[in-house]
């Protein structure tokens, strides 16, 4: 049977050049700083955002955990959206490596204003911990894949610096949010102290992520990576994926972007629950309440016809479009859901 898998666009197979690169690669041991290829990853990562120096990390998750540990300390607390990766999705991790609690805020499809951001940070009071990061998410995951406009970063870059306050994006699809806004991608970075983004998602690196920001800021988040049990050796192999990842596959995350709108628009004509306003970029979030089902039998359903889907709540279905899915499998995707609803 024909699979297609639409649950997220971490199931990206690296590309031939990719693998080609890997297997050429020129490596060394990175705990002594000796692997060229890591290297030219995190100087070509900072350079295109802007920054003065990356890391090369295992997963967006440890990239995050990383800025919360090098930013905070145990019993500060951090600002960030009420459904965002590092507070949802990340094992508790803030808590148990970083000692911070959380301050959430819920945000307008994900994005957390700057009059919002400001009003949820601590005044100099005994009782209260010290507000001490705050954190954005562009894109936003369990908001549909929504992303902040550079506007917006800045107006909540100011709140930060008239509080002293660091800024992190968790941008582990920041590439698609400056894709969906025809932007460099430095322009929706430069109003952050540090920026994580994922390369092994849409850009179909097989492994890792990028932290850059300040050198000094990076030097803190190397010692923590290797705390964390990061300090990776021969690690340009995986590296080299990700430089052929940031050289090819950016612009073509479009593609992905006008797969995910026909996909949304056919599911809104059919009369699913979903906000077309959340289509932004290559994630579909949409309801199946409608169709008197739960997302459970929704998706045993798709399963049916081959179509795998994430589950994001009790009657909330995610799709995903990436590098792997073709016009012809959105196609099939289209026509499956247009079954399934007619029964
Ligand atoms: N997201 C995954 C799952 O963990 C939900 C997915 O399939 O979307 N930040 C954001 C915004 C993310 O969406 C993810 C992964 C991460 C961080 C973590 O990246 P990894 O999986 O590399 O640790």
Known sequence: MKIVDLRSDTVTQPTSEMRKAMYQAEVGDDVYGEDPTVRALEDLG????????????????????IAALVHTKRGDEIICESECHMYYYEVGGLATLAGVQTRTIEGVRGVISADKVEKAIRGDDIHQP?????????????????????????????????HNI???????????A???????????????????????????????????GTSEFISSARRIRKLLGGGMRQAGILAAAGIVALNTMIDRLDEDHKNAWRLADAIANLGFGIDMNTVQTNIVLFEVQSVGMNAEQFANLLENHGIKCSQFGEFKIRLVTH??????????VIKAITDIFRG
């Open 46 to 65: 900072a350079q295109l955002t802007g920054k003065q120096a990356g890391l090369f990390v295992a997963s967006g998750t440890m990239g995050n955990q």
């Open 130 to 162: 010290r507000t001490a990061l705050i954190c954005l998410e562009n894109t936003h995951n369990r908001a549909g894949g929504t992303y902040y406009t550079p506007d917006c970063l800045k107006a909540v870059k100011v709140v930060a610096d008239k």
């Open 166 to 176: 660091p800024i992190h994006i968790d941008g582990a699809r920041v590439f698609n």
């Open 178 to 212: 400056a894709v969906a806004q025809n932007l460099a991608v430095a322009r929706l970075t430069e109003y952050a102290d540090s920026i994580n983004f994922c390369l092994s998602k849409g850009l179909c690196a097989p492994v890792g992520s990028l932290l850059v």
């Open 323 to 332: 590098h792997d899915i073709g016009n012809e499998d959105i196609d099939y």
